[in-house]
């Protein structure tokens, strides 16, 4: 495995911080006694963004291929809505989960600081998919050249979805394992 820690380049979590997630393999996760209602609901929660982003992908190329008539209003409303809810999940775990999880493993203790430089990196991911959202909506508002806007878009949100999944999967595979290894201890 790839033991890069930029989100851009890695492939995984890098191998000394895989001690937990190669303990717990993700096909056993739901089965385990100490899998709990409050981590399913959090894998609900990154399901809910890989769908709306791929949804969002789908609008797109939709609408590139003339099949989408009400394409900017439903990619606007879409676009905020995931972008909300996102920003909010980030904050929650950066201010109450990774604190608590942190310290109840020192081997993976840097996992800790590679999703949360993920995380400001995702402000980036953020401020792109923004600013590309916006100039479609601006383009169709002055009657601009929204299908190069769109489809500069649908390139932003496949970055995205890159990211997203990179990071989604790397930190699913930190938290998870934490919780099935010291589920009694974390309540």
């Known amino acids: 495995m790839n033991e890069d820690k930029n989100i ?7 191998d000394h911080l895989r001690v937990l997630a190669d ?5 056993m996760w739901r089965g385990h006694p100490n899998f709990n209602e409050l981590t399913s609901f959090w894998l609900e929660r990154h399901l809910m963004f890989r769908q709306i982003l791929g949804k ?29 809810q996102l920003h909010e999940h980030h904050n929650i775990e950066d201010h109450h989960f990774f604190p608590k999880f942190k310290p109840f493993d020192a081997r993976v203790e840097t996992a800790f600081e590679l999703l949360d430089a993920d995380h400001h990196a995702l402000d980036g991911q953020m401020t792109a ?8 909506i601006g383009a169709a508002q002055s009657d601009g050249d929204v299908i190069t806007a769109a489809a500069r878009l649908r390139d932003v949100q496949g970055g995205f979805e890159r990211f ?24």
């Not at 851009?8 to 890098?14: C, E, Q, V």
């Not at 291929?65 to 809505?81: L, S």
């Open 129 to 136: 998919l923004t600013e590309a959202s916006n100039a479609v």
């Open 164 to 187: 997203l999944n990179r990071h989604l999967c790397d930190e699913e595979e930190v938290i998870v394992p934490i919780v099935l290894e010291y589920g009694e201890e974390i309540d």
């Open 23 to 27: 303990k717990y393999p993700r096909d």
């Open 56 to 84: 969002l992908q789908d609008g797109s190329a939709e609408f590139l291929d003339g099949r989408a008539p009400r394409y900017v209003p439903e990619m606007a409303r879409y676009t905020g809505f995931f972008l909300e």
């Open 8 to 14: 851009a380049t890695r492939t995984g979590l890098p």
